[in-house]
C-alpha cells in the first residue's frame, strides 16, 4: 500500500492567491482529517470526513478555508485568499472503519505551505 | 473538554539510555484510548504504540512501553535502549471511544539521542 498520499510536498504562493491541497486517503479507509501544524499551536485538526461526508469542522479558521471530499479516494483543501499567517505544515490523515479495537490514524507526508 | 498536556518541551539523553516523556490528559469518559505518536525530521507521523483505558496492563511495543496511570490520567512513554533513530518530536494524543470522537494531540516533546 502506498499510504496516505498528499500533493504538493511544498507550496509557495503569494498573499492573495489561492492555494489547493489534495489527499488521497489509504484504499478501504473511510475517515479522512485534515491537520495544520505549526510551532505556536502545535497540530490542529481542521475538519474531518466520514464516508465523504464532512463530521466535525469547527476547526476550520475562518470562511478563507474549505474543504470537499468528492469520493472516498480523493480530497482538497482549499485556501481563498491565501495570507501570510496561513504558513504551515498541513497533513491529511486517513483510518479503516471505526473499531474499538484500532482507532489509528495514518497520516500524509504532509504539504509545507508558505505564504509571502 | 478533552485536553492533552505534555510538559516537557525538549528532552536530551545519551544513546542506549533509558527515556520517560510524560504525558497527562483531562476527560470525563470512562472508555477511551490513548497513542503515542512519533514524528522524525521527515514530518511523518507514526504511531508508536496505542493504549486502550479498559486494559489494566501495560502496553508494549519492542523498546517501547507505556506506564498508565489511569486514576491520575497520566501516559507516559520509556523508550528503553535510545538509538540515533529515536530523535524526534512525540506526541501523546487522547481520542473517546465513540465513533465520532476526533483525537486530540499534545503539543509535544523534541526527543534529541545524542551519540
Known amino acids: 500500500d502506498a499510504g496516505v498520499i498528499q500533493s504538493p510536498r511544498h507550496e509557495v504562493t503569494e498573499m492573495g492567491q489561492e492555494v489547493t491541497l489534495r489527499c488521497k486517503p489509504i484504499?478501504?479507509?473511510?475517515?479522512l482529517f485534515w491537520y495544520r501544524q505549526t510551532m505556536m499551536r502545535g497540530l490542529e485538526l481542521l475538519i474531518y470526513?466520514?464516508?465523504?461526508?464532512?463530521?466535525?469542522d469547527s476547526g476550520m479558521p475562518e470562511d478563507r478555508f474549505s474543504a470537499k471530499m468528492p469520493n472516498a479516494s480523493f480530497s482538497t483543501l482549499k485556501i481563498q485568499p491565501s495570507e501570510p499567517r496561513d504558513s504551515a505544515v498541513y497533513f491529511c490523515?486517513?483510518?479503516?472503519?471505526?473499531?474499538?479495537?484500532?482507532?489509528?490514524?495514518?497520516f500524509g507526508p504532509g504539504t509545507r505551505l508558505t505564504v509571502t | 473538554a478533552q485536553t492533552v498536556t505534555q510538559s516537557q518541551p525538549e528532552m536530551s539523553v545519551q544513546e542506549a539510555e533509558t527515556v520517560t516523556l510524560s504525558c497527562t490528559y483531562d476527560?470525563?469518559?470512562?472508555?477511551?484510548?490513548l497513542f503515542w505518536y512519533k514524528q522524525p525530521p521527515s514530518r511523518q507521523m507514526i504511531l508508536v504504540i496505542r493504549?486502550?483505558?479498559?486494559?489494566?496492563q501495560n502496553a508494549t511495543e519492542n523498546r517501547f512501553s507505556v506506564n498508565f496511570q489511569k486514576a491520575a490520567k497520566s501516559f507516559s512513554l520509556k523508550i528503553s535502549d535510545s538509538q540515533l533513530g529515536d530523535t524526534a518530536m512525540y506526541f501523546c494524543?487522547?481520542?473517546?471511544?465513540?465513533?465520532?470522537?476526533?483525537?486530540?494531540f499534545g503539543k509535544g516533546t523534541r526527543l534529541h539521542i545524542l551519540p
Open positions: 490523515a486517513s483510518s479503516p472503519p471505526w473499531d474499538r479495537t484500532l482507532y489509528e490514524q495514518y
Open positions: 476527560t470525563s469518559e470512562n472508555n477511551y484510548y
Open positions: 470526513f466520514n464516508n465523504n461526508v464532512p463530521i466535525d
Open positions: 493504549q486502550e483505558a479498559y486494559k489494566q
Open positions: 494524543a487522547h481520542t473517546g471511544g465513540n465513533r465520532d470522537d476526533k483525537i486530540i
Open positions: 484504499s478501504g479507509h473511510n475517515s
